[in-house]
């Protein structure tokens, strides 16, 4: 395959229509009345409503009548308090639930492994999983099994974990966002070693759900973009910075509208690199990651998406 082309394993109807073009899900409350819920669990909801309003307001339009609704419920003399409502959560990650993409990875031209980008769960909690291989014949020099996975609850990080195996590196980390304690604790296993972060006030990100993050949000060209990480027991404001619109052509002799964005992450990342990443992303509601781009110690590594699927 040549870089900067992307082979799709799709079903006979259009590729375009179907999955760059696709409806964007109602994301609408669903509010159940007069069911078994406490007021400790009605102040829940309204501090995740609250966050959900804090970081996602261009999806969430409904969200801050639900919560002055909540909170008149809240204020009430309560001795005889009957629950009144019950919040179907919204998740903004939920939009990629069964999203599933497998990536062909290139070192200098070279196939050397594959990756894939995979989502489960439901409107309260979402697990998004990646794994990198290299394949046989590159595992006899540079063996490299990555797998990294983010559980998110009511749009928040709630645990991430890290396992790598690249040449002679080893890791093992593990990450516990606890924010109704505003606390987060980052172990180092093969370390054996943990830092508890306290105090905490605002929503970080990991890696991994930083990224689906970004792509829940409105991105033009040249307005840079600030996602707040931590990753690897360090906080860092991610400036993504999209540089160009370009096309990319398809095998099929289509070409899609994309937009390249540069993040400027200065922690680990999700395998180790030497210098910028790039990448192209679809140029709609989407955002399908096309093809990303870095360096590594020696050469460059470019990930091409082979396969997009969205059961």
Same mark, same amino acid.
């Given at each position: 395959?040549?870089?900067?082309?992307?082979?799709?394993?799709?079903?006979?109807?259009?590729?375009?229509?179907?999955?760059?073009?696709?409806?964007?899900?109602?994301?609408?409350?669903?509010?159940?009345?007069?069911?078994?819920?406490?007021?400790?669990?009605?102040?829940?909801?309204?501090?995740?409503?609250?966050?959900?309003?804090?970081?996602?307001?261009?999806?969430?339009?409904?969200?801050?009548?639900?919560?002055?609704?909540?909170?008149?419920?809240? /204020?009430?003399?309560?001795?005889?308090?009957?629950?009144?409502?019950?919040?179907?959560?919204?998740?903004?990650?939920?939009?990629?639930?069964?999203?599933?993409?497998?990536?062909?990875?290139?070192?200098?031209?070279?196939?050397?492994? /594959?990756?894939?980008?995979?989502?489960?769960?439901?409107?309260?909690?979402?697990?998004?999983? /990646?794994?990198?291989?290299?394949?046989?014949?590159?595992?006899?020099?540079?063996?490299?099994?990555?797998?990294?996975?983010?559980?998110?609850?009511?749009?928040?990080?709630?645990?991430?974990?890290?396992?790598?195996?690249?040449? *002679?590196?080893?890791?093992?980390?593990?990450?516990?966002?606890?924010?109704?304690?505003?606390?987060?604790?980052?172990?180092?296993?093969?370390?054996?070693?943990?830092?508890?972060?306290?105090?905490?006030?605002?929503?970080?990100?990991?890696?991994?759900?930083?990224?689906?993050?970004?792509?829940?949000?409105?991105?033009?060209?040249?307005? /840079?973009? *600030?996602?707040?990480?931590?990753?690897?027991? *360090?906080?860092?404001?991610?400036?993504?910075?999209?540089?160009?619109?370009?096309?990319?052509?398809?095998?099929?002799?289509?070409?899609?509208?994309?937009?390249?964005?540069?993040?400027?992450?200065?922690?680990?990342?999700?395998?180790?690199?030497?210098?910028?990443?790039?990448?192209?992303?679809?140029?709609?509601?989407?955002?399908?990651?096309?093809?990303?781009?870095?360096?590594?110690?020696?050469?460059?590594?470019?990930?091409?998406?082979?396969?997009?699927?969205?059961?």
């Amino acid at each position: 395959m040549a870089l900067g082309k992307v082979e799709l394993n799709l079903p006979s109807f259009d590729f375009i229509e179907t999955y760059l073009f696709e409806k964007k899900p109602d994301t609408k409350p669903n509010i159940k009345r007069n069911t078994d819920v406490d007021k400790t669990e009605a102040k829940q909801v309204m501090n995740n409503l609250t966050t959900i309003k804090d970081n996602y307001p261009e999806n969430l339009t409904e969200i801050p009548e639900i919560i002055e609704e909540i909170s008149k419920i809240l /204020s009430k003399d309560t001795s005889n308090w009957q629950p009144v409502m019950q919040l179907q959560t919204i998740n903004p990650f939920a939009r990629f639930i069964k999203e599933t993409m497998k990536f062909n990875i290139y070192w200098m031209g070279i196939y050397v492994g /594959s990756a894939t980008l995979s989502v489960s769960g439901n409107e309260t909690e979402v697990t998004i999983t /990646s794994t990198v291989r290299s394949t046989d014949f590159i595992s006899n020099f540079y063996y490299v099994n990555d797998r990294a996975e983010s559980r998110i609850e009511y749009g928040k990080p709630k645990h991430f974990t890290l396992i790598q195996a690249e040449g *002679k590196y080893r890791g093992n980390k593990e990450t516990i966002f606890d924010y109704d304690r505003g606390e987060i604790i980052f172990t180092n296993h093969l370390k054996n070693s943990t830092t508890y972060h306290k105090g905490i006030d605002k929503l970080f990100m990991d890696v991994l759900s930083g990224f689906f993050y970004l792509r829940t949000l409105p991105i033009k060209l040249n307005e /840079s973009i *600030k996602i707040d990480i931590f990753d690897s027991n *360090k906080f860092a404001t991610v400036q993504v910075l999209p540089i160009r619109e370009e096309k990319i052509d398809l095998t099929d002799k289509k070409q899609i509208d994309t937009i390249v964005i540069k993040p400027d992450l200065n922690t680990e990342g999700l395998f180790k690199r030497k210098g910028d990443i790039i990448i192209w992303l679809s140029r709609d509601e989407n955002k399908i990651p096309l093809r990303i781009e870095t360096k590594v110690p020696i050469g460059k590594v470019v990930a091409e998406l082979k396969e997009y699927r969205k059961d």
